[in-house]
């Protein structure tokens, strides 16, 4: 069975710094890779997804993250944080008809 | 293009009650998914539709869930004589077929059983 860990339920950083969300994942066949972010009292929304074409992906608001293979690893990074950036982020894993998700990071911006 | 949309967003039920939730998908996609997500934890597979049919169903559908999808289109989940445990945000998703596809989640409906 496949599955989700993410480290860290918090991440705190100031604005202007990087972010680093982390994400490992176990699975027996090449994994579907994906992260959400949910706004509160919002639905989830798709940042970017690993599909094993390039295993760095661009996504969306300026987020990007890497596959690595040898790590079983899909961090999420941003070079520079803003204010609303400030929101959950859940790592997420392909399994034939479902999603498996991690337990989410909440990121919290410092001004 | 709208989106997926859920109703009611909120919906606050006495123990022992009966409460329906609806989804209305992308028009174009055949699959839709139910979740089911607690406080401090990530979404959990409820079960998942192809057009009409039922697919799949989790372990965490008790008898007292159903859910159905008449003619592939909108979606119902019912949830029979409702437990405090049954409390969460219940969560619709959308997709084409491929597994690399991505799902489009509504809103949710955020259930409180008194």
């Known amino acids: 069975a496949q599955s989700v860990t993410q480290l860290g339920s918090h991440v705190s950083v100031s604005e202007g710094a990087l972010v680093l969300l982390r994400c490992n994942y176990s699975s027996s066949v090449p994994p579907y890779l994906f992260w959400y972010v949910q706004y509160p009292n919002q639905g989830l929304q798709l940042l970017l997804k690993?599909?094993?074409?390039a295993t760095l992906v661009k996504g969306i608001n300026g987020f990007e993250a890497e596959f690595k293979k040898s790590e079983t690893s899909f961090h999420l990074t941003k070079p520079s944080a803003h204010m609303s950036d400030a929101a959950e982020y859940f790592c997420a894993v392909s399994e034939d008809y479902q999603l498996i998700w991690g337990a989410g990071t909440k990121l919290i911006i410092k001004p | 293009d709208t989106g997926v949309s859920q109703n009611p967003r909120h919906k606050i039920t006495k123990r022992g009650q009966n409460v329906t939730f609806r989804c209305d998908p992308i028009s174009e996609h055949n699959r839709l998914y139910w979740y089911r997500q607690t406080l401090g934890q990530g979404p959990e597979f409820l079960t998942y539709f192809q057009n009409e049919a039922q697919l799949e169903k989790s372990r965490l559908l008790s008898d007292r869930f159903s859910a159905e999808r008449p003619k592939g289109s909108f979606s119902t989940l019912e949830i029979q004589r409702t437990e405090q445990g049954d409390s969460a945000m219940y969560l619709c998703?959308?997709?084409?077929?491929?597994?690399?596809?991505?799902?489009?989640f509504g809103p949710g409906t955020r259930l409180t059983v008194l």
């Open positions: 690993y599909t094993s074409a």
């Open positions: 998703a959308s997709s084409l077929t491929g597994r690399t596809d991505t799902q489009y």
